[in-house]
């Protein structure tokens, strides 16, 4: 990741993002936040709604610490509003659904699936919902909000580049944008193969960073 922008605490989260993911990725459980039911978009912001079949959730995570390993997440959906020219009335959510990890490794996905890493039975979704954007330069911005893992939801910030507007092959208009999370794991109380100091030298590191690579189709 080219820069990291954080106001303070992904995470939120998210969520992870990330997987939370960020692998990308108990605590205290309060009830699932349903990311999409969050956005409060003004009455004249178009909406767009993610066209998962052209986006992306990818996670990194230090292995062993020598090397990075990458997986992804293939059950996802979210919505946004977003207008360059009115960045602060933005809103952007997303949720993951964590039995999706795919590491392209059967035994190692059905091991992510456990109480070990993501539990997939009591945790079944990473959600995010935003709190604000603010314009750092050009064609970015940072995003704050909420992330929910492992039943703990915490803020998060986030690299957002908008990478703009257009329309697919079918005519309908469509947008799109990469936000780009770091978070520790350990903080959504993930700590299997963690080094006892929390540092990057155990058998999987503390620091995941999640990618989340969007098309969208408006609404």
Do not use: C
Request: aromatic share 10%; no cysteine.
């Amino acid at each position: 990741m080219s820069r990291t922008l954080t106001h303070a605490p992904l995470i939120a989260a998210s969520a992870a993002v990330l997987i939370g993911s960020v692998g990308l990725l108990a605590g205290f459980a309060p009830a699932p936040v349903d990311a999409s039911t969050q956005l409060q978009a003004p009455a004249n912001a178009a909406s767009y709604k993610v066209d998962s079949v052209h986006s992306t959730v990818l996670f990194r995570i230090r292995h062993m610490g020598v090397a990075n390993f990458y997986g992804v997440f293939t059950d996802f959906s979210g919505e946004f509003t977003f207008d360059p020219e009115d960045h602060a009335a933005g809103a952007f959510g997303f949720e993951v659904r964590t039995a999706s990890v795919d590491t392209r490794n059967a035994d190692r996905d059905d091991h992510l699936r456990t109480a070990d890493f993501f539990n997939s039975r009591q945790f079944p979704t990473i959600s995010f919902a935003s709190t604000g954007v603010e314009h750092v330069e050009g064609d970015l911005y940072t995003l704050t909000g909420n992330l929910t893992l492992q039943g703990e939801t915490r803020p998060v910030s986030a690299e957002l580049e908008w990478m703009g507007t257009g329309k697919n092959p079918q005519g309908k208009a469509i947008a799109g944008y990469e936000a780009r999370f770091q978070i520790k794991r350990s903080d959504f109380g993930m700590t299997k193969y963690l080094a006892a100091d929390g540092s990057e030298s155990g058998g999987l590191g503390n620091i995941v960073k999640l990618i989340v690579a969007v098309e969208a189709i408006r609404e």
